[in-house]
């Protein structure tokens, strides 16, 4: 009985409760759909959120319009635009030029074009990055901040090499002193890395995909195997029986010897800067010399990208203006570069970088390679990574000709099985 | 990380009887008129949520979320309050998980196995349409490009004034055309903006941005088929379509050239040539996935070298496992041992630490110049990682250290299960310690366990984990793809995610309802074995 009472006195309390609040509720939702007109929404990575949460406020408020950033992991920001509802999707999105392929093939970003002053302070090769079009070429994402490894020297220990020849002459001379010590720090480890390998891969004339006519990067043009690098390749073997550079050192490895002083080189990035400056290692970045080709590294671009979700928000315009001009400003980019400790893609900007260790990284970064934006890139990795493994795991390695020649012929099966 | 299902028997009796009196207390307490309290206050809350998101959904018009927030707040309110309701109580959030976590993740599955969803083929067909041709215009050569204000002119009408950035002249753009007017009209900023323009109201704010969508959608006519549109807020540029999409046969048309490109079912318009629009639009492809992986010599070349790795891997560290968690159990139940807390503590600690965590330790320790195991213990030169065969030992070694506590608890429980008189009836018969084991301690032991061994096997067939973090797959055959330690999962993944064009979702969600069968058989044969196991006991 005593129950039944209760229930019912429960069942008062809780519509009372729920009156209450159908009284207060609406004021929310009322309040959202005033400003659901002109906010921008933005995904970005945490690393990077102060500097975007700045630079799009004062955006947003030159030109009245409310900005949203919301922070995702940066690999999701990818993957995620997949599966998102239209109404929570994002209008404009922190991007690696890497995805652009991907991304414009699965129509989630939209082509932009900037004017002609923009044009002029971002530099080809860096908008490049974000060109992506099998019949014509479109630009889908402003370039903002660039990444490239280099050379660190450690210049308390030898000193800043010229040529390659000096450069493996004293990286062998000071591996030799002592059984701890490494010649050349490059991460590979048994997965292998053809990211930081790729100056020593440049530098024997090797490239990923060739170009069309068109300008864009042709996916059947392969030139791993290419005349020259195979050419070149027996060098790889000459490195690996004096254990110039050997696939058993991995990120831990090489970093820890750099640190510790048992090695004089280490081929890393910007990312590396402040671990060596804290470590205390007086050093000088530049880019790895010469070899037979220009021992170039991978650029990595970040931008922004226009998704294609902007449009039937009704904000496109909006967002164009942020990604396509204001992002390209040299003030927004100084703004971000600072952020990260990254070099900025405008011009204008990159004249302002006072640290001598982020100018050098990027002089270090003249005639990089932009990594392939084409999804079949995905075919690559591991396969590159894998030949330089197998060629340069000391004894018992594999000749690197065979190596890079399998790893091409496995590649193109790859690419064709798509 | 996901893990094994934990062990259902409790370690220890006593322990066991302990922990129990406390929660009957509890439910004594809170089946009063105190617990009633606390449930009216709590249903109270979740229902004041519920009708405040009732009423955001209703003014944002999501009707289906609508209906189903009000009916799942309606049966939470009923099933606690009716006492009839009160098994459902326990019922319903088991439900809800099953569904949840299991079937909606199946179904999706096989849906995506049916279809060609990968990169590429990620949008409906008409959203693929108006991609490609957004994607489609091209810049002239010499095309202009013009600083632009939107305005309105004398009748209201929605105009862009223009500025050309090169030669400064100035013109009001329509859907008719260019009509130049003075450049003495117009202001402009020192950045070049304009500023405004006589005769015309320049838009700005609120009403500039609430006529986005008739902003970029005006096309100003320049010649042939060339027309200027705007750009962002203050930028306007002549493009040119390279293709025209020609609605009543659903086809596109190159203009340049009339190459026509067709439908092709399968998600994409296509040339006669063989060259493909993007993007393209997820569609339905029937068995094309599963025939995929039967004539594609990508999958069915290293598929038998990898299913049978596959399954040793499984197997070994499932049996080496159980061997180990035993063969401790047993030497850690001796009554009177000293420190035998500790030592059951210690051996749990693997089991403890987050598998990836372990794993990349792993990793560190084996490589074969720099890690502890070669340079520190061993003093030899073991290539741990970097020999095919090396690498398969490792990988099932690291499987087993993170695998053993886990038989070792099941073990310790399932031992003191066994009814000391059997044990003892099997002495007085003179049974020695060997066969006493093996006679009487095993079977009783398996009846337990052997379940949760094919639980476990089930579980390393799949230990996608364990491999990809601690080799990678490899290290590399010559084959393409698959590497020495690949077992199918991660070869799949490798499959789907790293070849090909970009992801594939569809080759990969059918390749996983393969290897769902395969476990599935083999558990139905361990399981049909484990009750003929049952009977001789």
């Known amino acids: ?418 | 990380m996901s893990r094994a299902p934990v062990p259902t028997q409790p370690a220890s009796r006593s322990t066991a009887a302990a922990v129990g009196a406390l929660p009957s207390r509890l439910i004594a307490t809170f089946s009063g008129p105190v617990g009633f309290a606390l449930k009216i206050a709590l249903l109270s809350i979740v229902n004041a949520l519920s009708v405040w998101s009732l009423t955001t959904l209703a003014s944002r018009d999501k009707w289906v979320p609508f209906i189903v927030l009000a009916l799942a707040t309606l049966a939470i309110d009923g099933i606690y309050l009716m006492r009839r309701a009160f098994p459902l109580k326990f019922l319903i959030p088991g439900t809800i998980f099953l569904l949840g976590f299991q079937v909606i993740p199946v179904l999706y599955t096989v849906e995506v196995a049916f279809t060609n969803y990968s990169t590429g083929h990620v949008l409906e067909k008409n959203e693929a349409i108006t991609g490609i041709q957004g994607a489609a215009l091209n810049q002239p050569e010499n095309g202009r490009t013009y600083s632009m204000a939107p305005a309105r002119d004398a009748n209201g009408k929605l105009v862009l004034v223009l500025v050309d950035d090169e030669g400064g002249r100035a013109y009001v753009g329509t859907p008719d055309g260019l009509e130049p007017i003075p450049s003495s009209a117009i202001r402009r900023d020192a950045d070049g903006a304009i500023v405004s323009a006589k005769g015309y109201r320049l838009l700005k704010g609120s009403e500039l941005f609430g006529l986005d969508k008739q902003i970029t959608a005006l096309t100003i006519p320049t010649s042939g088929q060339k027309a200027i549109r705007a750009e962002g807020l203050d930028t306007a540029i002549e493009l040119e379509p390279v293709l025209r999409y020609d609605r009543a046969h659903d086809q596109f048309v190159r203009i340049k050239d009339g190459v026509v490109f067709r439908d092709n079912d399968r998600g994409s318009f296509v040339s006669a040539g063989g060259q493909e629009l993007e993007p393209g639009w997820k569609t339905g492809v029937g068995l094309k996935n599963f025939s995929r992986m039967i004539h594609n010599p990508l999958v069915r070349g290293p598929f038998l070298r990898v299913f049978v790795w596959t399954f040793v891997f499984a197997s070994v560290v499932v049996l080496l496992s159980f061997s180990l968690g035993l063969f401790l159990a047993i030497t850690l139940d001796k009554k009177g041992m000293g420190l035998q807390r500790l030592y059951r503590s210690l051996l749990v600690i693997p089991y403890a630490v987050p598998g990836f965590l372990s794993l990349l330790v792993w990793q560190g320790l084996l490589n074969d110049d720099f890690g502890v195991v070669n340079r520190g213990i061993l003093h030899a030169h073991i290539p741990w990682l970097f020999d095919p065969n090396w690498a398969k030992v490792s990988v099932i070694l690291v499987s087993l250290w993170l695998t053993f506590p886990y038989f070792f608890l099941v073990s310790l429980g399932a031992l003191q299960s066994i009814p000391s008189e059997l044990t003892e009836a099997a002495k007085v018969d003179g049974a020695g310690a060997w066969q006493l084991f093996r006679k009487v301690t095993l079977p009783l032991l398996l009846i337990a366990v052997a379940p949760l061994m094919i639980a476990s096997f089930a579980f390393n067939f799949n230990n996608f984990n364990n491999i990809y973090l601690l080799t990678g797959g490899g290290p590399a055959t010559d084959q393409p793809i698959a590497g020495s330690t690949d077992i199918l999962i991660s070869y799949t993944w490798k499959l789907a995610f790293a070849a090909g064009k970009g992801a594939d979702y569809g080759l990969a969600s059918a390749v996983a309802i393969v290897i769902f069968f395969i476990v599935a058989a083999i558990s139905t044969i361990g399981f049909a074995r484990t009750r003929v196991l049952e009977n001789v006991a």
């Open chain 1, 1 to 418: 009985m005593l129950n039944k009472q209760m229930a019912r006195v429960g069942t008062v309390l809780l519509a009372a409760v729920a009156v209450a609040l159908l009284v207060l509720a609406p004021g929310a939702p009322a309040a959202h759909k005033a400003a659901a007109a002109t906010t921008i929404r933005i995904w970005t990575d945490q690393d990077r959120k102060a500097a975007v949460d700045r630079v799009t406020s004062a955006w947003g408020n030159s030109k009245g319009v409310e900005v949203e950033v919301v922070v995702k992991p940066f690999g999701k920001i990818r993957d995620d635009l997949k599966t998102i509802q239209a109404g929570q999707a994002p209008d404009v999105v922190v991007a690696a030029h890497d995805w652009t392929g991907q991304l414009a093939a699965d129509g989630l970003v939209v082509p932009i074009v900037p004017n002609k002053a923009v044009l002029k302070l971002v530099p080809k090769y860096a908008r490049d990055a974000f060109s992506y079009g099998t019949g014509v070429a479109r630009l889908y994402g402003m370039p903002t901040t660039l990444e490239n490894v280099g050379l660190f020297v450690n210049t308390s220990l030898v000193k800043v090499p010229k040529t390659w020849a000096a450069l493996e002459k004293s990286a062998l001379a000071f591996k030799r002193k002592s059984a701890d010590n490494l010649a050349i720090a490059v991460q590979q480890g048994a997965g292998g890395d053809a990211y930081h390998m790729y100056p020593f891969f440049s530098g024997l004339c090797g490239y990923v995909f060739g170009k069309t006519k068109g300008g864009s990067l042709s996916p059947s043009n392969i030139g791993l195997g290419n005349k020259a690098f195979l050419k070149n390749a027996p060098l790889i073997d000459k490195w690996n029986r004096e254990g110039l550079i050997t696939s058993k050192v991995d990120s831990s490895t090489a970093q820890n010897a750099f640190l510790k002083g048992q090695a004089a080189y280490w081929i890393t990035g910007p990312w590396n800067i402040d671990t060596v400056r804290k470590a205390g290692v007086k050093f000088q970045i530049i880019q790895v010399p010469k070899i037979k080709c220009r021992a170039a590294p991978f650029l990595g671009v970040n931008g922004f990208m226009v998704t294609k979700f902007a449009a039937s928000h009704g904000v496109e315009s909006a967002a164009k203006d942020l990604v396509a001009s204001y992002m390209a400003g040299a003030n927004a980019q100084q703004d971000l570069a600072a952020a990260n400790g990254r070099y900025p893609a405008n011009v204008t900007a990159g004249k302002r970088i006072t640290d001598p260790a982020l100018r050098q990284i990027g002089r270090a970064s003249t005639g990089g390679v932009p990594m392939p934006n084409i999804p079949q890139m995905g075919s690559v990795w591991d396969e590159l990574g894998g030949a330089w493994v197998k060629s340069t795991k000391g004894s018992g390695a594999t000749p690197a000709r065979s190596a890079f020649a399998t790893a091409a012929a496995n590649i193109r099966k790859k690419i064709a099985s798509g």
